[in-house]
C-alpha cells in the first residue's frame, strides 16, 4: 500500500487577483501584515520564487511570526491592473 507523504507545513494559496492594494496581505493565520514589496523579510521569509518565461508566477514565502508558507499567484494579474489606475 503506497504512503502518501504529508507535508507536516500547512502551504496556504492566495491570488493576489483576489484581493486588493498593493499585494500587501495578513498572513491566513496570525493575521501579521506581509507585503511582498517590503525587502527587509522582517516579517516573512522568501522560500521559494516560480518564474515562467520572465515573469514571476508564484512566490512561496513563509510568515515570520506563526510559520505558516503561503503561496502567492495572480502577479500577471496586478501588473496588468495596476491597483492605483
Ligand atoms: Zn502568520
Do not use: W
Not at 498572513?27 to 522560500?47: A, K, M, N, Q, R
Request: glycine letters at 8%; a negative charge; aromatic letters at 4%.
Amino acid at each position: 500500500m503506497k504512503k502518501d507523504v504529508v507535508k507536516k507545513v500547512k502551504l496556504q494559496t492566495l491570488d493576489l487577483s483576489s484581493i486588493d492594494g498593493d499585494g500587501s496581505f495578513p498572513c491566513p493565520h496570525c493575521g501579521t501584515l506581509i507585503s511582498p514589496d517590503d525587502e527587509t523579510e522582517e516579517f516573512y521569509t522568501i522560500v521559494d520564487t516560480k518564474v515562467v518565461g520572465d515573469e514571476l508566477a508564484e512566490l512561496v514565502i513563509r510568515c515570520g511570526t506563526c510559520g505558516t508558507v503561503t503561496a502567492l499567484t495572480g502577479f500577471e494579474h496586478v501588473m496588468a491592473n495596476p491597483p492605483n489606475s
